[in-house]
Nanobody, 112 residues
């Protein structure tokens, strides 16, 4: 059973916003780091952002200033707010609780 389920992906135009949601069951996000990754076919999966159990955040250079990672520990849910989207942000986005838990991914497509 996969304890992480992503939602919120879709097709948007450049400059638009999307908010991805990671619903977690069976594992408490309050005591774990949560991360978002993305992957384009033919390329390695890359880290987008992470948030620690203490709430500290880190961002990839391409995400800093445009994306915001957050979480609601009462709902056991994580979020990735993505603003000013670019065509190069097109990818499958995955939620991760290191080291072993991954969601199934949600497709984000940004048209120019």
């Amino acid at each position: 059973q996969v304890p992480l389920v992503e939602s919120g992906g879709g097709l948007v135009q450049a400059g638009d916003s999307l908010k991805l949601t990671c619903t977690v069951s069976g594992v408490l996000i309050s005591v774990n780091t949560m991360a978002w990754y993305r992957q384009v076919p033919g390329k390695q999966r890359e880290l987008v952002a992470s948030i620690t159990s203490l709430g500290g955040t880190q961002y990839a250079d391409f995400a800093r200033g445009r994306f915001t990672i957050s979480r609601d520990v009462t709902e056991n849910t994580g979020y990735l707010q993505m603003d000013r989207l670019r065509p190069e942000d097109t990818a499958v986005y995955y939620c991760n609780l290191p080291p072993v838990y991954w969601g199934q991914g949600t497709q984000v497509t940004v048209s120019s």
